[in-house]
């Protein structure tokens, strides 16, 4: 049967940052800020691949949504940076992020009627199809660690480790969100000097 959907949003998005330095080598952030993320053209779409289905597994994956709305968050977030000296950087912040509309793939069963069949003999069979839907809220937040030092010769090396914590509720269920890991690290080597800027 056809699908049809879609729809469209205007949001406002007001963010604030403020800086204080504490002392010369200290200094303290705060901001506060709104933000969207809307869905990707493949979440959008209300296509469905229902190639495994067919191979008898009656399961028929990424049916999209087209009527899905942008996931909507408020984040907080402080942080501290240190500078010992010109050539060093420490950072440490907290950060939290009340989320609505995310987004999930959910199983539902359907029946599935195949038009090959002649008419008068029809019949229906039940699969379980994942959709893309809008989930309730989420909460997460976390903190994260880095540092940052700069050598003679124009290299340098950054890093930083970040943990998170999340729950997310969608009707009567209430899971991690989706997507989300507790542990993430990021360690960069780079370059710059004699107007070059380089970085693995």
């Known amino acids: 049967e056809p699908i049809n959907g879609g729809g469209d949003y205007l949001r406002l998005l007001p963010a604030a940052n403020f800086a204080y330095d504490i002392t010369d080598d200290l200094r303290i952030r705060l901001a506060a800020s709104q933000a969207i993320s809307r869905p990707t053209f493949g979440e959008l779409s209300p296509a469905k691949d229902a190639t495994?289905?067919?191979s008898g597994t009656y399961i028929i994956y990424d049916a999209g949504n087209p009527n899905l709305k942008p996931t909507e968050a408020d984040q907080f977030d402080v942080a501290l940076e240190y500078y010992p000296s010109n050539r060093l950087a420490l950072t440490a912040a907290a950060f939290y992020k009340h989320i609505t509309n995310f987004v999930s793939s959910?199983?539902?069963?359907?029946?599935?009627?195949?038009?090959?069949?002649p008419a008068n003999q029809q019949q229906s069979f039940p699969f379980v199809?994942?959709?893309?839907?809008?989930g309730d809220s989420a909460k997460v937040y976390g903190v994260e660690v880095g540092a940052q030092y700069f050598l003679d010769n124009g290299f340098g090396i950054q890093a930083n480790l970040t943990y998170n914590h999340s729950r997310a509720t969608s009707g009567d269920v209430t899971t991690d969100l989706p997507g989300?890991?507790?542990?993430?690290a990021n360690a960069k080597l780079?370059?710059?000097?004699?107007?070059?800027?380089a970085q693995v």
């Open 190 to 197: 780079f370059y710059e000097k004699n107007g070059i800027g």
């Open 52 to 54: 495994s289905a067919q």
């Open 180 to 184: 989300a890991i507790p542990f993430s």
């Open 129 to 134: 199809e994942f959709q893309v839907v809008n």
């Open 106 to 117: 959910v199983p539902v069963d359907v029946l599935i009627t195949p038009t090959n069949q």
